[in-house]
Nanobody
Framework: QVQVVESGGGLVQPGGSLRLSCAASGSIFLIYYMGWYRQAPGKQRELVAAIDTGGSTNYADSVKGRFTISRDSAQNTVYLQMNSLKPEDTAVYYC???????????????WGQGTQVTVHS
């Protein structure tokens, strides 16, 4: 089985920073993609940032220049550094990992349980 665990959420004032971490563990052969999504109350889940196995990144327009995604491939871990936080960044942040569990290269997607980020003065 595969476990995806996020950490690092919390309460921060506008303009502040937080760093989220997501670690994938268990039966992992190859990770293709790791991404961060968020879901605010009453809204659909949306992509925040993603990084693929080659290190290419993708960001939502709303976070470009403020958030940075990075990856430690050896540790199967992805980070999201969030700076200049705004109240509209308030949401539950979820980690998504796209991987294969063996040499069949069958791709599967796993989600973490989510971590709350609240930006409020």
């Amino acid at each position: 089985q595969v476990q995806v665990v996020e950490s690092g959420g919390g309460l921060v004032q506008p303009g502040g920073s937080l760093r989220l971490s997501c670690a994938a563990s268990g039966s992992i052969f190859l990770i293709y993609y790791m991404g961060w999504y968020r879901q605010a109350p009453g809204k659909q889940r949306e992509l925040v940032a993603a990084i693929d196995t080659g290190g290419s990144t993708n960001y939502a327009d709303s976070v470009k220049g403020r958030f940075t995604i990075s990856r430690d491939s050896a540790q199967n871990t992805v980070y999201l550094q969030m700076n200049s936080l705004k109240p509209e960044d308030t949401a539950v942040y979820y980690c998504n990992v796209d991987l294969s569990r063996d040499a069949t290269y069958q791709r599967e997607s796993f989600w973490g349980q989510g971590t709350q980020v609240t930006v409020h003065s």
